[in-house]
């Protein structure tokens, strides 16, 4: 790992917040969205993106694949589709006269991957994403396959339909590094929108960073340090999610079945450094663990029937948490 001096770190702070402004230009509002998505691709970890149809989860995808110069791949998640029409598949082909297996890439074979509405595919295809997400491969038969890096997969799904659609498992949602929730523009931002999307002209966005400079991103953003407290603050928040550990806040007995892994404390970490970084400090505060927590806690979170019963729902659960370990 080569060394860092001031003036990289001040070039890579101008070209985040470059990154930032442009995907800006195509998507209108939804500012806390964008950037949690920059920290992610920062932090080398995958994305749950959660709204109602309609609100730009396509269209911001595919603004971030332009601006970070990403190759881009979207799969389209249905009942009937195969692990193989994500992963790939071993194909018969004739060479030097004899039969021999030949692998063809499938979809997932590229730096940005859109899964969309991934809850509608079963869970055996859905589990196909499983090695892509966490270790960046993909086996065939014998044969393990390296993914283009950088390598993130952003998935969607729609929160107000049941019918039809194959809940994921926690297991599979911890393999996220954070869920995104997209709320309904304001009137005035859906002015904008409409300014954009029904005009004549959309905004040509322009590549501000490549595949090479995020992987040295990554590699700055995992030297800024955490000091003891705030590590011991983000660690904190992160106990405190477990009913059964003493000091868990009432609410916390009360709604929570089981509370957050240790990933979610490795996702907070990585996040605070990223989001430290964007803010142009080098070093971890603590209002970047409370920035973070929120999206990498909600989805970690396995409320219980008197939760729904209460409408009690996880990021006021953590609200409570971080008010509970507040310094």
Partial sequence: MSEINEQEIKEIITKINNCEAEIGRAIIGQKDVIRQLILSILSDGNVLLEGVPGLGKTELVKAVSKVFQMSFSRIQFTPDLMPADVTGTSLIVKEDGRNVFQFEPGPVFA??????????????????????????????????????????????????????????????????????????????????????????????????????????????????????????????????????????????????????????????????????????RYNVAFEDIDYVAHPALRHRLITNFEAIADGVSTDRLIDEIIKNTGL
């Fill in 111 to 280: 730096q940005l991957v859109l899964a969309d509405e991934i809850n509608r595919a079963t869970p055996k295809t859905q589990a196909a994403l499983l090695e892509a997400m966490q270790e960046k491969t993909v086996t065939s038969g014998r044969k393990t396959y390296e993914l283009p890096q950088p390598f993130l997969v952003l998935a969607t799904q729609n929160p107000i339909e049941n019918e039809g659609t194959y809940p994921l498992p926690e297991a599979q949602l911890d393999r996220f590094l954070f869920q995104l929730y997209i709320e309904f523009p304001t009137k005035d931002e859906l002015r904008e929108i409409l300014a954009i999307t029904v005009g004549t002209e959309r905004p040509e966005l322009t590549a501000v960073v490549t595949g090479e400079e995020i992987l040295r991103m990554r590699e700055v953003i995992c030297q800024i340090p955490v000091s003891e407290a705030v590590m011991d603050y983000a660690l904190s928040i992160v106990v405190a999610t477990h009913p059964e550990v003493s000091g868990a806040p009432e609410a916390v007995r009360k709604y929570v079945t089981a509370g957050a892994s240790p990933r979610a404390a490795q996702a907070i970490i990585k996040t605070a450094r990223a989001r430290a970084l964007m803010e142009g």
